[in-house]
């Protein structure tokens, strides 16, 4: 479609990037076990791209349509219950920690029972909220699968701690920080920040006890601006950073680009055990920072190698590694 458009000399924009910016936000949807090496692109979302394309000659300021996001909304009631975590929280946790969930699809089910977990996994497929990415011990392997999707899974868990009283941040707070960690390098006090409201809040607690758990947190929280794609571990491959705080190609100016380890020691373990995963973090964060997706997506940026240590809720060390070091073995 869009090489007949372009043929006719109604689109001007060049073809194969516009599928390099669509693809991550619009496509991986698969709805049969029996096509699971064939994906196709959400047809609403590819419309709506490529609408701005052909009226205004360039893609959208935002990519996802406000109007995605309103159906979206419609499952939040679903999530809690009268101010409380309903019993599907868990559900878009484990989501948000692993990129995936696993169950059986329901062909059908009655409303009282809506918020049965595994019909609830089946009304997130249905909504187009997860795809289907296989099958494993006789359960239908479910994942997030675009971009789009997974910034909403991410609404969905800062909105339910925050209309349960659990856990909030300012969002300007927390915008002003994140614009000064990727124009000024000044990375430090946005986890400073973090670090004060667990503090504060201790109702989030119970929530983040755990390596899985305090990633799911981070990676929720730290997406809410617009100035980083944040792609998690899940989604890039086994072996690589925790997290890559991908500059937003929309964006250009931004100076700064960043590979961050999060480690992870219980309240239990000895305090020596802080250097020692901090050693571990700079030894990985030297090996992915040549990573061919980071040279690729980086822009003018340039790349930040940081550490984040937690002891179960609270963050005890911060740390940046220099590109320019040696890996001591």
């Given at each position: 479609?869009?090489?007949?458009y372009?043929?006719?000399?109604?689109?001007?924009?060049?073809?194969?990037?516009?599928?390099?910016?669509?693809?991550?936000?619009?496509?991986?949807?698969?709805?049969?076990?029996?096509?699971?090496?064939?994906?196709?692109y959400?047809?609403?979302?590819?419309?709506?791209?490529?609408?701005?394309?052909?009226?205004?000659?360039?893609?959208?300021?935002?990519?996802?349509?406000?109007?995605?996001?309103?159906?979206?909304?419609?499952?939040?009631?679903?999530?809690?219950?009268?101010?409380?975590?309903?019993?599907?929280?868990?559900?878009?946790?484990?989501?948000?920690?692993?990129?995936?969930?696993?169950?059986?699809?329901?062909?059908?089910?009655?409303?009282?029972?809506?918020?049965?977990?595994?019909?609830?996994?089946?009304?997130?497929?249905?909504?187009?909220?997860?795809?289907?990415?296989?099958?494993?011990?006789?359960?239908?392997?479910?994942?997030?699968?675009?971009?789009t999707?997974?910034?909403?899974?991410?609404?969905?868990?800062?909105?339910?701690y925050?209309?349960?009283?659990?856990?909030?941040?300012?969002?300007?707070?927390?915008?002003?920080?994140?614009?000064?960690?990727?124009?000024?390098?000044?990375?430090?006090?946005?986890?400073?920040?973090?670090a004060?409201?667990?503090?504060?809040q201790?109702?989030?607690?119970?929530?983040?006890?755990?390596?899985?758990?305090?990633?799911?947190?981070?990676?929720?929280?730290?997406?809410?601006?617009?100035?980083?794609q944040?792609?998690?571990?899940?989604?890039?491959?086994?072996?690589?950073?925790?997290?890559?705080?991908?500059?937003?190609?929309?964006?250009?100016?931004?100076?700064?680009?960043?590979?961050?380890?999060?480690?992870?020691?219980?309240?239990?373990?000895?305090?020596?055990?802080?250097?020692?995963?901090?050693?571990?973090?700079?030894?990985?964060?030297?090996?992915?920072?040549?990573?061919e997706?980071?040279?690729?997506?980086?822009?003018?940026?340039?790349?930040?190698?940081?550490?984040?240590?937690?002891?179960?809720?609270?963050?005890?060390?911060?740390?940046?590694?220099?590109?320019s070091?040696k890996?001591?073995?």
């Amino acid at each position: 479609m869009l090489e007949y458009y372009r043929d006719q000399g109604v689109l001007t924009m060049d073809v194969e990037e516009m599928i390099r910016d669509m693809k991550p936000w619009y496509d991986n949807y698969c709805f049969a076990e029996e096509c699971l090496n064939e994906s196709m692109y959400n047809s609403d979302m590819t419309l709506y791209y490529v609408n701005s394309c052909l009226k205004l000659g360039k893609k959208p300021e935002e990519m996802v349509d406000t109007n995605i996001r309103t159906d979206y909304n419609k499952l939040r009631h679903l999530i809690r219950i009268d101010h409380e975590l309903g019993a599907n929280f868990s559900v878009i946790r484990e989501i948000v920690e692993n990129g995936r969930t696993s169950g059986t699809i329901s062909s059908a089910f009655s409303v009282e029972k809506m918020v049965d977990r595994n019909n609830f996994k089946s009304l997130l497929y249905y909504f187009g909220l997860l795809s289907i990415r296989g099958v494993e011990r006789g359960q239908t392997v479910l994942t997030i699968p675009n971009n789009t999707v997974r910034e909403q899974f991410y609404t969905y868990l800062t909105e339910a701690y925050n209309q349960a009283d659990i856990f909030s941040l300012d969002f300007s707070d927390l915008a002003d920080l994140m614009t000064g960690m990727a124009y000024d390098a000044a990375w430090q006090p946005l986890f400073a920040y973090i670090a004060a409201e667990l503090e504060k809040q201790s109702r989030i607690r119970e929530f983040i006890d755990g390596e899985a758990h305090v990633k799911g947190f981070l990676l929720a929280y730290l997406n809410m601006t617009n100035l980083y794609q944040l792609m998690p571990e899940y989604e890039l491959g086994k072996g690589y950073a925790d997290f890559y705080f991908r500059p937003n190609p929309q964006m250009p100016d931004i100076r700064y680009a960043y590979l961050m380890e999060v480690k992870y020691l219980k309240r239990d373990e000895p305090e020596s055990r802080i250097t020692t995963l901090k050693e571990e973090a700079r030894k990985q964060l030297l090996k992915y920072a040549s990573d061919e997706i980071v040279m690729q997506t980086i822009g003018g940026a340039q790349l930040k190698l940081i550490t984040i240590v937690f002891r179960g809720w609270e963050i005890v060390g911060m740390e940046e590694t220099k590109i320019s070091e040696k890996v001591m073995d």
